[in-house]
């Protein structure tokens, strides 16, 4: 008994449905998948909603382009519609439309017989329906052509003063009552509208449509009809099945988000009518991912250079849409409008793919500003190949768009200038930051740009000066972006050199990168004179942290513990010692290194100022006796010897002129 009841209670909302249709002389046929209960009770779940009207079989017959009714009576009027001829009777005409009663008047005062010509909207194939009904012949209704036949009895006036149950109530009655009630029916009827907008403006069909669908994404699915939930997982039968008021229906289940299942549905309107649905579901409230999901659909369906990700969201049967480069950019600028603007709603790949779209088809400067903006709000989700933009063709300066990425490098730093101030991260969090991970990025891009001869200094110094230096925990990726770009430019200045040089912070290179600066010739050589200092310092301090370890292995040593030491023990005392020594080699190697540069630096300070006094004197006559080998090195000895007296020999005189 509880079981009847339950089934009784869920097809309750359908039987509704059949009494509403039925009370206009209705007879509503579900067109459909077929389902099937374990009673052998068999329902039809409603796709497109179809009323059949009349009861005349084979009332016309088609010759060529022509229609002729079948009753056997000669007709007396032809109706011509575009490329179509239909050669009617006056009465079924006349006692149902009140535009054909005056036409028919006025052309049955005409010599040539009564001709009359039509410009009804939804063109041949509609006054073929109409003529239909004016017969009482068999048709259907259905969503398709209901908007056609609505605006076509608006025009030929068939109210209800020409007949109880005209056209127009027949037609108004099925679009408010049926079609505007589920998803599918009213996104046909709208999409109908598309051939015949000014008329079914006049009548207000498209915004009954649009309010209608911008509904149904925020009701609840079980209204819908939709198989019921439970516990976040469609019920399924035991075959796998779902099942709708427990009636199994054959189908498997959706892997897909229960927010877009709406998504490829709308990408068949015209974006016309697509933006006005847009707008009416942001009105209704409508969550701004679910409108952006819908946006990057629609765009990746009719814009080439956007490619769909062939992965499990991707839309079955996808096929890129047909549009004129001006339509193109049209669609660009108003999806870039459409577009909430709250982060992340839409991948960052998306946003690259629209932005070089608006490139290349030269979009409006407001839309590729706000196009970088948007990328600038989420930079850190960006990836390195997306960063990659190519120069236009009439832009042939450098390889890559540099000062595009440098102006959503500005924007992402004005958002987030105050959540990456130094003081607000330590060091273990730095690690995980959007700042840094947008640092990196950028030390990356810099590198794959850094080979293009036509670079200039300035700028590629420009982008690498952007990122504040606390978002690099180390610059070994800006030392191997400036090491390319050095490469590839050999001709640079030694002050262009130096100026890209100095952003390296040479405390904040690794060991191997600090291993690779000093053997670099390519460096100035106070840059490779402030490697080898810090590589030093460090290691020094790696040398006192393992000379420590070993002083305490070695007190350990001296009073073992009742088990005594173990082979791993000692087989870890012996490679820590190793790898001390190692250390101490290599330190000591640095510092002779480093003596025998400074000491080439102070020989090639004095050769250079003795050789311009040398110039001097040779222009005004003069000759000087340089000073010999011994007294420089007595001179140098000063800082080996601090009890030593300076023995600067100060009795030799400067020999008087020739002159």
């Known amino acids: 008994m509880n079981w009847f009841f339950y089934r009784f209670v869920a097809f309750l909302p359908h039987f509704a449905q059949i009494v509403r249709c039925c009370k206009f002389g209705f007879f509503l046929e579900a067109v459909g998948s077929r389902f099937e209960s374990k009673s052998g009770i068999r329902l039809h779940c409603a796709e497109m909603a179809c009323v059949k009207l009349g009861s005349k079989t084979d009332a016309f017959q088609r010759q060529g382009q022509a229609w002729f009714c079948t009753s056997g009576l000669p007709s007396d009027v032809v109706v011509e519609v575009e490329e179509m001829s239909f050669h009617l009777h006056k009465f079924p005409l006349l006692s149902r439309s009140g535009v054909m009663e005056r036409l028919v008047e006025e052309a049955s005062q005409g010599e040539e017989g009564c001709v009359i010509k039509l410009d009804i909207p939804g063109g041949a194939k509609t006054f073929e329906t109409v003529a239909k009904f004016c017969y009482g012949a068999k048709l259907e209704l259905t969503a398709a052509n209901v908007v056609y036949l609505r605006c076509a009895a608006e025009y030929l006036e068939m109210t209800e003063e020409y007949g109880e149950g005209n056209l127009i109530s027949r037609t108004e009655s099925f679009l408010d009552q049926v079609v505007l009630e589920t998803w599918n029916d009213s996104l046909q009827a709208l999409q109908a509208c598309d051939d015949i907008l000014s008329h079914a403006e006049q009548l207000g069909i498209p915004r009954r449509c649009i309010d209608s669908l911008a509904s149904k994404p925020c009701a609840d699915r079980k209204l819908l009809g939709w198989p019921v939930m439970e516990h976040g997982d469609p019920l399924q039968s035991p075959a796998g099945s779902l099942l709708w008021n427990g009636i199994s229906t054959g189908a498997q289940p959706n892997s897909s988000s229960s927010e877009d299942w709406w998504y490829d549905d709308a990408s068949v309107l015209s974006f016309a009518l697509y933006k006005r649905l847009i707008l009416a579901m942001q009105s209704q409230g409508v969550k701004p991912e679910i409108i952006a999901g819908s946006l990057n659909s629609y765009a990746k369906k009719y814009l080439p250079g956007l490619h769909w990700s062939r992965g499990p969201t991707a839309p079955r049967n996808h096929q890129v849409g047909s549009l004129s480069e001006e339509d193109q950019k049209l669609l660009v600028e108003e999806i870039d409008y459409l577009l909430p603007l709250e982060k992340g709603l839409v991948p960052s790949k998306f946003l690259f793919g629209l932005l070089k779209t608006a490139r290349i088809l030269r979009a409006s400067p407001l839309c590729v500003s706000n196009l970088e903006k948007r990328i ?195 087989r870890e005392k012996h490679a820590l010692k190793e790898n001390m020594d190692n250390m101490r080699s290599r330190v000591s190697e640095l510092e002779e290194e480093c003596w025998k540069m400074r000491e080439e630096i102070r020989n090639l300070g004095r050769t250079k100022r003795l050789s311009i006094w040398g110039n001097v004197a040779k222009k005004l006559g003069f000759k000087f006796q340089m000073c010999s080998a011994e007294e420089g090195s007595v001179c140098n000895q000063k800082e080996g010897n601090d009890n030593s007296k300076l023995r600067n020999d100060k009795e030799k005189k400067i020999p008087t002129s020739n002159v």
């Open 376 to 570: 600038g709000l989420q930079l850190d989700q960006a990836a390195l190949e997306d960063l990659l933009m190519p120069t236009l063709m009439y832009s042939m300066e450098t390889l890559y768009d540099v000062d595009c990425v440098s102006r959503i490098l500005d924007h992402f730093l004005a958002m987030d200038q105050v959540a990456a101030s130094p003081g607000s991260f330590d060091e273990g969090q730095l690690l995980l930051t959007p700042m840094t991970m947008v640092a990196k990025l950028i030390d990356g891009y810099l590198a794959e740009v850094a080979p293009d001869v036509n670079l200039k200094p300035p700028k590629f110094e420009a982008l690498a000066a952007a990122v504040p230096e606390y978002a690099r925990p180390l610059d070994d990726g800006l030392y191997r972006s400036i090491d390319i770009y050095l490469k590839s430019h050999p001709w640079l200045a030694d002050a262009d050199r130096d100026h890209l040089c100095r952003l390296i912070d040479c405390q904040k290179l690794s060991l191997e990168a600090c291993t690779h600066a000093a053997q670099n010739e390519r460096l100035p050589l106070r840059t490779i004179i402030q490697v080898l200092f810090f590589e030093q310092l460090q290691l020094r301090t790696s040398v006192a942290g393992c000379m420590l370890v070993s002083d305490n292995l070695d007190i350990s040593g001296q009073a073992p513990d009742e088990e005594g030491w173990t082979t791993k023990a000692v």
